[in-house]
T-cell receptor, first 113, second 111 residues
């Protein structure tokens, strides 16, 4: 089954404790992206990747890092999480950006205390 | 600066057509318009996309105006399961790899 998976689905952590949210897709898609969703603000793009070793900033990249060492994986790294990064995070992938649909993962709900 | 403008909410009676409008006045000539929906806090689900011509699939129809500055998503026979937030999306014209979701329209389908 074609899908995007994210882990963990739920995470409660404390300020400053480094964490990684994993994202994996099994569709051989070149484009992958991370979004965060906050009440009243909709989905905002954090980072995206056009292919292996090619990443770039979205609208809200501050406080986040990403890497794309393999085509199927696109982890989101929070080196020093802060409470304002409490949010619902979605990973997505697509064959090509802008001309094909994005497939979204189930989401990761992160709480930073 | 907003790339898309949608009404915050709409109601629709079950079984009737739901027409969801979107303004995208700054869209560039080669940018597609995409529609997604999100049920509760699940991952957004692709519905349909188009460039110039009207499009139809098993879920919905997409009507794009001739000047491409606005579009309408039509759910022909709305059901209670269509209650969701519907997002109209265009790429950011200064960077074709970025996507702007906007705040969407909450569609309430009522019995």
């Amino acid at each position: 089954e074609a899908q995007v998976t994210q882990n963990p689905r739920y995470l409660i952590t404390v300020t400053g404790k480094k964490l990684t949210v994993t994202c994996s897709q099994n569709m051989n898609h070149e484009y992958m992206s991370w979004y965060r969703q906050d009440p009243g603000l909709g989905l905002r793009q954090i980072y995206y990747s056009m292919n292996v070793e090619v990443t770039d900033k979205g609208d809200v990249p501050e406080g986040y890092k990403v890497s794309r060492k393999e085509k199927r994986n696109f982890p989101l790294i929070l080196e020093s999480p802060s409470p304002n990064q409490t949010s619902l995070y979605f990973c997505a992938s697509s064959r090509e950006p802008g001309v094909s649909e994005q497939y979204f993962g189930p989401g990761t709900r992160l709480t930073v205390t | 600066d907003a790339k898309t403008t949608q009404p915050p909410s709409m109601d629709c009676a079950e079984g009737r057509a739901a027409n969801l409008p979107c303004n995208h006045s700054t869209i560039s000539g080669n940018e597609y318009v995409y529609w997604y929906r999100q049920i509760h806090s699940q991952g957004p689900q692709y519905i349909i996309h188009g460039l110039k011509n009207n499009e139809t699939n098993e879920m919905a129809s997409l009507i794009i105006t001739e000047d491409r500055k606005s579009s309408t998503l039509i759910l022909p026979h709305a059901t209670l399961r269509d209650t969701a937030v519907y997002y109209c999306i265009v790429r950011v014209s200064s960077d074709f790899n970025k996507f702007y979701f906007g705040s969407g329209t909450k569609l309430n389908v009522k019995p």
